[in-house]
């Protein structure tokens, strides 16, 4: 069964960093388009990151540009979100996803096949 186990979220302030870290189970995402969603309290999940397997080429979402990176290790199957500069609006459960199409496509509304249990981080004002 496939698995997507994310880690590091915790409680930080306003202006702090974070990196959440996925691990996912199988060496077949080492060629899978690998991101990250999030949702907040009261509303929907919405798309936040993604990078892709070949050349690692990435696409983020308008709000968090400039102040969120997505790497991933391909050796470790492992995908990272460093987070900097965090709101308070930035508050969510991050969610770890993976699927075959490109990170513009699970940016552009293409629902991941592939979910993490997620992980919450909490930035207090």
């Known amino acids: 069964q496939v698995k997507l186990v994310e880690s590091g979220g915790e409680l930080v302030q306003a202006g702090g960093s974070l990196t959440l870290s996925c691990v996912a189970s199988e060496r077949t995402f080492r060629t899978a388009t690998m991101g990250w969603f999030r949702q907040a309290p009261g509303k929907e999940r919405e798309f936040v990151a993604a990078v892709g397997w070949i050349r690692g080429t990435s696409y983020y979402t308008d709000s968090i540009k400039g102040r969120f990176t997505i790497s991933r290790d391909n050796a470790k199957n492992t995908v990272y979100l460093h987070m900097n500069t965090l709101k308070p609006e930035d508050t969510a459960v991050y969610y770890c996803?993976?699927?075959?199409?490109?990170?513009?496509?699970?940016?552009?509304?293409?629902?991941?096949?592939?979910w993490g249990q997620g992980t919450q981080v909490t930035v207090s004002s």
């Open positions: 996803v993976a699927d075959r199409s490109t990170p513009q496509a699970m940016g552009g509304g293409s629902f991941p096949l592939y």
